[in-house]
């Protein structure tokens, strides 16, 4: 069975500080996804990975950056975090075109 | 880009009525999935439709992918509470190396009362 393991369930950060989510797959997938998820807004991608160290801007990438060293791990970077990226980010993980398989989600809190 | 539109983004029925949630692309897809989060869970994959017209059912659930492959629906014949959860339609385009992409649409929350 696929597991996408996030690093952390529930994280507090303060304004202005560098955070890092890790998300780690064990199916030897390809493509790597974080989204973050908000009230009415669904799951907005941030960026992508469909190999290691490629990357690709999904529709919400500002502010965010992204690291792929190894093929079963994908870090998400807040360079200096900010009140508004407050959210729930999920990290997903697919073999080309098949379904994505989620991790159970970081709930991020910036004061 | 490619923008999906789903609706309603709630819905409230008593057990045992029908639910239906609608999924609107911008431009026509390769093949649309469907997801089913649970209340303080994660996104699961229920089924994806590839052909145009397509329709499948799982059990109670029907889904259908229209004829110009922009749309799609899933329809939910005498719901249960355990159907109670966000139900997420996403589009995938054609080609090239976006192809693992998926656009999400925003996601119905049904609400079962028993």
């Known amino acids: 069975d696929v597991k996408v393991t996030q690093s952390s369930r529930y994280l507090v950060k303060r304004t202005g500080e560098k955070v890092f989510l890790e998300c780690v797959q064990d199916?030897?997938?390809?493509?790597m996804f974080w989204y973050r998820q908000d009230p009415g807004l669904g799951l907005r991608l941030i960026y992508f990975?469909?190999?290691?160290?490629?990357?690709e801007k999904g529709d919400i990438p500002e502010g965010y950056s992204v690291s792929r060293e190894k093929k079963e791990r994908f870090s998400l970077i807040l360079e200096s975090a900010s009140t508004n990226q407050t959210s729930m980010y999920l990290c997903?993980?697919?073999?080309?075109?098949?379904?994505?398989?989620f991790g159970d989600g970081t709930r991020l809190s910036i004061l | 880009g490619q923008q999906v539109m789903q609706i309603p983004q709630y819905q409230h029925v008593q057990e045992g009525e029908d639910f239906t949630t609608y999924c609107n692309s911008s431009?026509?897809?390769?093949?649309i999935q469907w997801y089913k989060q649970r209340p303080g869970g994660h996104p699961v994959f229920l089924i994806q439709?590839?052909?145009?017209?397509e329709v499948k059912k799982q059990k109670r659930l029907t889904f259908q992918f229209g004829e110009a492959k922009k749309n799609s629906s899933l329809h939910i014949t005498a719901t249960q509470t355990t159907d109670v959860g966000t139900y997420f339609c996403?589009?995938?385009?054609?080609?090239?190396?976006?192809?693992?992409?998926?656009?999400f649409g925003q996601g119905t929350i049904l609400t079962v009362h028993p």
């Open positions: 997903a993980s697919s073999s080309y075109a098949q379904p994505q398989h």
């Open positions: 990975s469909y190999d290691v160290k490629m990357k």
């Open positions: 439709l590839v052909k145009s017209g």
């Open positions: 199916m030897d997938h390809e493509n």
């Open positions: 996403a589009g995938r385009v054609r080609g090239g190396t976006s192809y693992g992409k998926l656009t």
């Open positions: 431009t026509t897809l390769s093949n």
